[in-house]
């Protein structure tokens, strides 16, 4: 049988041990210098192979990761960022329209938006 103490202890080091969110930027590089300022871990205009590589390290680091990515990444065809999404849990991403030009966001938000009330206008600034 274990030492309680020793497991008391174990578990206050634990609870005491802080929680690391790795914070990731995905997208164009107009975008990637502000995320850099504020601290997060940048990737400007990754091809959709840069993109599958680093949404592949994550899901075997099994690291907690908030990930912003564009549109264009999001819309890359990778595999990987596809899995993570589907699965969620531990890695939580999020997508940002671009600087200019229309905002027409590709998200499980956006779709179910669209579906409620029938029109994709919500998703698009208005004149």
């Known amino acids: 049988m274990a030492d309680p103490a020793a497991e008391r202890a174990a578990v206050a ?7 690391v969110t790795r914070m990731l930027f995905l997208g164009a590089a107009s975008l990637a210098d502000g995320f850099r300022l504020i601290g997060f871990e940048t990737h400007p205009d990754p091809s959709a192979e840069a993109v599958d590589v680093v949404f592949r390290a994550l899901r075997k ?11 264009a990444v999001m819309r ?3 595999a990987n960022l596809a899995r993570v999404r589907r699965e969620g849990g531990r890695i939580v991403v999020v997508s ?22 029938g029109s994709s206008n919500l998703l698009k600034p208005s004149p």
């Open 61 to 71: 680091s099994r690291e907690k990761a908030f990930v912003i990515v564009d549109e």
């Open 76 to 78: 890359s065809g990778a």
């Open 96 to 117: 940002v329209p671009p600087l200019a030009g229309p905002v027409e966001l590709e998200s499980e938000v956006a779709e179910r938006l669209s579906a409620m009330f």
């Open 13 to 19: 080091a634990a609870a005491d041990a802080p929680s």
